[in-house]
């Protein structure tokens, strides 16, 4: 049994190679724990869930889970904002790209760096990905690296993603949108609760198990275009309009049970997010004790990012190794990047070569990060740090 009387998680604690067995060994310290509401914060949804014998179709638990996101989100601007709650985030992105109406095979930027959902909604969709390099600093799509290639290409749409959890810069890609007149999908998934929207730039949440804000499974969708929040609607129930189909869809909607989950989640966000900036702080602290501060992200706006990855400068496979011998759970998140996965790999690049995120590849360890953790736990996963990094 592993601590507190639980059975042992047994999972990879690193990415294997194509090929390679992977052997699963007793995490002493797991690398992420959902956090969801216990049973008896769901039940009062339940009940409702029951009384109601609704089950899923736009239920009133749905309903409501939407009008109060919406309300909780802060727009940039003060405008209203229409959230589509739906079955994960990878529907978000892929009905937020179908109804963008945009030309069969159409150029849409992304970068190299993110969860391959991006890039296969992006296909899926029937559109031309094109992969970027990231910032050296924040790892992320940029305003002023897709400034550049737009400049040098012809690119029909951009789609920043908000990498492990950490905030996008909306006032910067408020400022790109202005300047190239070109939309902007965000695909936000790690971020809900943290990251402010634009009304103009349509963005994905993920309510993933795994995600701070977690459900289990789901997706949002945000918008301050009611008109586009309904053809998302539409097109998540099979693209029915008053009885018929007016255009090809299916099946996206968000049960009930879902809903009442996330309802339970909204009730607990303030002490959950507290908990874990606390945690992410007290990281800080251990590792600037140690003079490795430098090698967490920074983070404008004091977001808390979903994972948190280490920056080793080459030295992910020791570190990687290290972890092991020590029984500390560990992921390379959002990566191999996103031109060396088979799949993707004659895929078009905005650049031959993606020198930042090849080696953010070769140094990104994500370490444990979850509400669970203890003081003891992080000590000994930044004194495993050390060892190798200092």
């Known amino acids: 049994m592993g601590r507190e009387g639980r059975p042992p998680f047994r999972s990879c604690g690193s990415r294997p190679r194509l090929g390679e067995i992977c052997v699963t060994p007793d995490w002493s310290i797991k690398c992420l724990v959902p956090d969801l509401p216990a049973p008896e914060d769901i039940l009062p949804y339940l009940r409702t869930m029951h009384d109601n014998r609704w089950y899923s179709n736009f239920g009133p638990l749905v309903n409501r889970f939407e009008r109060d996101i919406a309300a909780f989100l802060t727009e940039t601007d003060g405008r209203p904002l229409h959230a589509v709650a739906v079955s994960s985030a990878t529907a978000a992105l892929d009905l937020m790209l179908r109804a963008a109406d945009l030309p069969e095979g159409a150029h849409i930027l992304l970068p190299a760096v993110t969860f391959p959902a991006t890039i296969l909604t992006v296909m899926n969709a029937g559109y031309t990905p094109v992969i970027a390099d990231v910032d050296p600093v924040t790892w992320d799509l940029t305003p002023a690296i897709a400034t550049a290639i737009t400049a040098s290409m012809p690119i029909a749409a951009v789609m920043p993603v908000a990498p492990f959890g950490y905030g996008l810069d909306i006032a910067g890609w408020q400022g790109f949108r202005g300047d190239t007149g070109l939309p902007v999908f965000f695909d936000a998934a790690a971020v809900l609760g943290q990251q402010p929207v634009s009304a103009d730039m349509p963005m994905a949440f993920s309510l993933h198990a795994t995600k701070p804000f977690g459900v289990g499974e789901g997706g949002l969708m945000v918008t301050g275009d009611a008109d586009h929040a309904a053809r998302i609607r539409r097109i998540a129930n099979f693209g029915f309009d008053q009885g018929v189909i007016v255009e090809p869809?299916?099946?996206?909607?968000?049960?009930?049970?879902?809903?009442?989950?996330?309802?339970?989640?909204?009730?607990?966000?303030?002490?959950?997010?507290?908990?874990?900036?606390?945690?992410?702080?007290?990281?800080?602290?251990?590792?600037?004790?140690?003079?490795?501060?430098?090698?967490?992200?920074?983070?404008?706006?004091?977001?808390?990012?979903?994972?948190?990855?280490?920056?080793?400068?080459?030295?992910?496979?020791?570190?990687?190794?290290?972890?092991?011998?020590?029984?500390?759970?560990?992921?390379?998140?959002?990566?191999?990047?996103?031109?060396?996965?088979?799949?993707?790999?004659?895929?078009?690049?905005?650049?031959?070569?993606?020198?930042?995120?090849?080696?953010?590849?070769?140094?990104?360890?994500?370490?444990?990060?979850?509400?669970?953790?203890?003081?003891?736990?992080?000590?000994?996963?930044?004194?495993?740090?050390?060892?190798?990094?200092?």
């Open 249 to 390: 869809g299916g099946n996206s909607k968000m049960a009930e049970y879902f809903a009442g989950v996330a309802l339970a989640q909204m009730d607990r966000w303030p002490g959950l997010l507290s908990r874990r900036r606390a945690l992410y702080q007290f990281y800080e602290k251990t590792l600037a004790g140690h003079g490795l501060g430098d090698m967490l992200r920074r983070r404008p706006g004091g977001v808390v990012p979903a994972t948190l990855p280490l920056d080793t400068r080459g030295r992910a496979r020791d570190l990687m190794a290290a972890f092991t011998a020590r029984g500390i759970q560990h992921r390379q998140w959002y990566l191999p990047p996103l031109h060396r996965h088979p799949a993707f790999a004659d895929c078009m690049r905005a650049a031959e070569t993606l020198p930042v995120s090849d080696r953010l590849n070769d140094s990104l360890v994500g370490v444990p990060f979850h509400g669970f953790l203890t003081e003891t736990d992080i000590m000994t996963v930044c004194d495993t740090v050390r060892t190798v990094c200092a």
